[in-house]
């Protein structure tokens, strides 16, 4: 059945259940909308990058890309599995910092870095900055040489290649706002300027394709793209890389047309694509790193809904309602991203109608699926989407002054709350009065 595809279950009572625990009671529990994640996919998840690394013997680091998900929960169960993280902002680098992440395995990226963000990583000495762009090179040497510093940087390139996936979230081609082009020159000019840098230890590359990618073949095209640069500067100046980070965008399911591959396969093709390049260059093997977000949490989360308002529409559309939308998941607007639900409180029920789901903003395009086979629904009924662990929450909004919704954690059968639906108050706390 296609429920088997996804780490969730369907009890005796026809309930969809999470991580052991009864999604009608958690939505009786907390309210609804609520994003429940099961911890224990997670470790998984985790485990099958962290592991596949160990069993190979290769050094590694594997750095949850935040900007999936962030809190002090979650950072505080990477930390737990060994996991390094990837930081593209202030708040960010905050989070992990008061979740406890050792600053050293503590990466910052970003297009735009302020002078604020890479003070507050030369002053925590976090591991590495990931270099973009040529204004962030003088920001962040005249910073280190304030602090009288030294940090680990890799720059990011673009290797110029497309991936199958939405534009929007596609990142390694030429016409991309992130990274040195590896074609024109400019990687090639910021490697003499980080090379020469008394502030800096220049370690080696980073390049993200993209995200949601199935296959492991555009990873290698990738890694082939960066080792022809790495030829060139071995051979100009003996350069020898320490790092290669690969970046994130390994695969998951949304829905059925999904068909993603075990996470450990593209570790595997990754490490033996990196270990036939050193062997050629005759260079020990640099220490590869990897940034998965989506593959780490997204279908660990599902997120819970009541249904309210029905429309028929005849000859038209069956529009059903529910209490969050695009406040809660951004992606269906800004990709046209697809997801599957079901109603949590009657899973077994034969789907004889079609419907499609409506949040509740003031925006047409607040729609959350289109044409979902369903059970006849009544309102009051559960709603549960699934695969919403990633760029769900991290992506929320407070349009139309509605609250985010709560967070619960739920492993081996017990749940917690771990980010608190935002109250009235939360909303207008930071509203100053125009009275005078
Ligand atoms: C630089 C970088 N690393 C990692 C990621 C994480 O990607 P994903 O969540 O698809 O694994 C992203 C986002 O796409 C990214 O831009
Ligand atoms: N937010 C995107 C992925 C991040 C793309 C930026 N590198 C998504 O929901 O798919």
């Not at 595809?5 to 005796?12: D, F, G, K, W």
């Not at 002090?72 to 960010?92: N, P």
Request: net charge negative; charged share 20%; proline share 3%.
């Amino acid at each position: 059945m296609f429920m088997d595809q996804y780490p969730y279950q369907i009890n005796s009572l026809g309930h969809i259940e999470i991580g052991g625990v009864d999604t009608v009671e958690l939505a009786n529990k907390y309210g609804t909308p609520l994003y429940v994640y099961d911890v224990a996919v997670i470790r998984e998840r985790c485990r099958s990058f962290v592991d596949t690394f160990k069993q190979l013997g290769v050094r590694a680091q594997v750095a949850y890309a935040s900007k999936a998900f962030s809190s002090i929960a979650i950072l505080q169960v990477i930390k737990q599995e060994g996991l390094s993280v990837d930081v593209v902002s202030e708040g960010e680098l905050y989070t992990a910092l008061q979740a406890g992440i050792n600053p050293e395995k503590i990466h910052l990226h970003g297009n735009n870095k302020s002078s604020r963000e890479l003070e507050m990583a030369v002053e925590n000495h976090i591991g590495c900055v990931v270099v973009d762009n040529f204004f962030e090179i003088e920001l962040l040497t005249s910073i280190l040489k304030h602090h009288n510093k030294k940090m680990d940087v890799i720059i990011r390139v673009t290797p110029g290649i497309k991936s199958k996936t939405h534009q929007y979230i596609m990142t390694g081609n030429e016409d991309s706002k992130f990274g040195f082009d590896l074609h024109n020159g400019q990687a090639d000019e910021a490697f003499h300027l980080l090379l020469e840098n008394p502030h800096v230890n220049f370690k080696g590359l980073h390049c993200h394709i993209g995200s949601q990618i199935f296959d492991t073949e555009r990873f290698v095209t990738a890694t082939n793209i960066l080792f022809n640069k790495l030829v060139e500067w071995k051979d100009s100046h003996g350069f020898i890389p320490k790092v290669l980070n690969l970046g994130g965008g390994f695969g998951i399911r949304y829905t059925e047309e999904d068909q993603p591959i075990p996470l450990h396969h593209y570790v595997e093709k990754l490490v033996e694509t990196v270990k036939e390049h050193s062997e050629q260059l005759d260079i020990p093997l640099p220490e590869i790193w990897i940034e998965p977000g989506r593959s780490i949490v997204g279908d660990a989360g599902i997120t819970l809904y009541t249904v309210g308002s029905q429309k028929h529409i005849p000859g038209v559309r069956d529009y059903i309602s529910v209490d969050g939308g695009m406040t809660d998941n951004i992606r269906p607007a800004l990709y046209q991203a697809k997801y599957h639900g079901l109603l949590a409180n009657r899973a077994n029920d034969a789907n004889d109608t079609v419907v499609s789901v409506a949040g509740k903003c003031c925006e047409s395009g607040d729609m959350l699926i289109w044409d979902l086979p369903i059970p006849k629904v009544n309102s009051g009924d559960i709603l549960a989407i699934l695969s919403t662990g990633a760029y769900g929450y991290s992506m929320a909004s407070n349009y139309n002054r509605i609250q985010r919704a709560a967070v619960v954690f739920v492993e081996n059968g017990q749940d917690k709350l771990v980010i608190k639906r935002e109250t009235y108050e939360d909303i207008i706390s930071h509203d100053l009065s125009y009275e005078s």
